[in-house]
């Protein structure tokens, strides 16, 4: 950078030295903006037009994108080069859709076939006439499995599937009362196959089966790992392991073997077109301009109202009980990748971090947080989620009202409502972005996550961290681990006082 060229710094001050006109100003001074400010991708409407960001702030975003090194890093994390800098090695998911380096395309290809053969073998029932798929994993290698289970799983009739990540005894103890154990197929996903959670749900699935008869536990269970070596120490054949690469991280991993059970649950087609949505997700990322990138667009929404307004959490609602997962998976995709304090070159922040994203589902949080939306104080933008064709066979009356209500929602939002009694107004100015997907089927929903991990990648470059690792994770696992194996004389008096209290 040249020494007369401004830093991210001052680019960060001159957007924060910007006018901010109202929603309503800006759409009537800007008769152009619902050309500008919506992008359409892949079966997805991206609406930003009911946030803040007018054609200067765009354009000094974009600056920041450029000073960032945005587009190099891009290259870079579809080059396959090393971009989780901590740990030392690319980041490779999308690679799983076909887009990344030639050898890891390769590679991500072999795998997927592995995984289709075993798949074949269980539906000739080679192994075991399954009929109900017990998922376990933790993070990424269940959030993700789950989602897309619940979403698209409603007419599938081939297997019933449980995802069960919680070590809460109740977790496992719920699908065990409902499921046959000579009937179950085990599958333990965890990359690393020393998740302490995930191991010790697995052993007691093993011993359920071993109780009720199973004369071979092992002969049921299939492993999901990018450590096959201990999953075969572990005791599972090593035919019925299926590796995937130590490049995709785990919030990453739903597109490799890790998917196996919404392949299994949904059929290899369904699969296959959810990388295929995935990838032309990834297509448009790479190749799309700055102002017209859905992802690259998003993040500038996020950047401003994080850094430059100080909003310190994101809503996402989605208007589908097909999307309830969304907002906890995305809890984990943004917070877990950019919940850093840190950049990249190890020095704090000037800046702050992602903000905390939560959510809920559509007119449920009507009637539960949207009080606080419309008239506390804080500064929150909004996301609403929401497909126009209907999932159900209900009168279309159900979907209309509920379609209504998402766009009421941020239509009022912006609005607001003034009133002679304070109690009853609503200052309106208030941001949100909708999405509108045509359809949720696999091809749509691979190309809304794929977009999302697109959208928390170039955030992480907007605030120059590295969103691939999670050593923030780590610490109260090591705390854990140490309570188990030295007990707590070295802890707080309060830690101590609740493990005795819990000990009797």
């Not at 790992?225 to 919030?251: C, M, N, Q």
């Not at 992802?295 to 994080?306: G, N, Q, T």
């Not at 949100?432 to 691979?446: M, Q, V």
């Amino acid at each position: 950078m040249d020494d007369a060229t401004p830093g991210p710094a001052a680019r960060w001050d001159a957007l924060r030295a910007m006018p901010v006109p109202t929603l309503t100003t800006l759409f009537a001074d800007e008769p152009d903006r619902l050309s500008r400010m919506v992008i359409e991708e892949a079966g997805l409407r991206f609406d930003f037009c009911k946030t803040h960001l007018n054609a200067a702030m765009l354009d000094g975003l974009a600056d920041l994108a450029e000073a960032q090194g945005f587009a190099a890093r891009r290259d870079a994390l579809f080059a396959g080069d090393v971009v989780n800098q901590s740990e030392g090695r690319a980041a490779e998911h999308v690679a799983e859709r076909g887009q990344g380096a030639p050898d890891a395309v390769a590679a991500a290809r072999m795998l997927h076939a592995r995984m289709r053969g075993l798949i074949d073998v269980i539906e000739a029932e080679a192994i075991g006439p399954f009929r109900h798929i017990l998922h376990i994993g933790i993070g990424g290698s269940a959030l993700g499995p789950n989602l897309l289970i619940d979403a698209l799983g409603d007419d599938a009739e081939r297997y019933d599937v449980a995802v069960v990540s919680n070590v809460d005894g109740m977790a496992l103890d719920r699908v065990f009362r409902r499921f046959d154990p000579a009937a179950t197929l085990i599958v333990v996903a965890s990359k690393t196959f020393t998740t302490a959670e995930t191991m010790l749900n697995a052993e007691s699935a093993l011993s359920w089966l071993a109780e009720n008869g199973v004369a071979d536990p092992y002969g049921q269970v299939v492993a999901l790992t990018a450590a096959p070596d201990r999953a075969v120490e572990w005791g599972v054949d090593e035919t019925r392991i299926l590796p995937f690469a130590e490049s995709v991280g785990g919030r990453y991993s739903l597109w490799s073997s890790i998917g196996f059970p919404v392949a299994l649950a949904l059929g290899w087609d369904a699969f296959e077109t959810l990388l295929e949505g995935a990838a032309a997700m990834d297509r448009h990322f790479r190749l799309a301009a700055p102002l017209q990138n859905a992802p690259l667009m998003a993040a500038f929404v996020d950047y401003y109202y994080a850094v430059v307004r100080g909003a310190e959490t994101r809503a996402v609602f989605a208007y589908d009980e097909r999307l309830a997962l969304l907002p906890p998976y995305l809890q984990q995709l943004e917070m877990e990748s950019n919940g850093k304090r840190v950049g990249v070159n190890g020095t704090a922040l000037a800046v702050p971090s992602a903000p905390i994203t939560w959510g809920g589902v559509g007119t449920d949080a009507q009637h539960a947080v949207f009080q606080l939306l419309h008239q506390g104080t804080h500064l929150v933008p909004v996301e609403f989620v929401a497909v126009i064709e209907p999932g159900d066979a209900l009168d279309e009356a159900h979907h209309e009202a509920l379609l209504i209500n998402c766009f009421a929602q941020g239509a009022a939002l912006m609005a607001g409502q003034s009133n002679d009694d304070p109690q009853r107004a609503y200052p309106g100015d208030r941001p949100s972005t909708t999405i509108l997907i045509d359809r949720l089927d696999p091809a749509r929903l691979g190309a809304l996550l794929a977009f999302y991990e697109h959208r928390t990648f170039a955030n992480a470059v907007l605030l120059g961290i590295n969103p691939f690792d999670q050593w923030g994770v780590e610490l109260g696992k090591t705390i854990a681990r140490s309570i188990v194996e030295e007990g707590t004389e070295r802890f707080d008096a309060s830690t101590r006082a609740l493990m005795a209290r819990v000990r009797g």
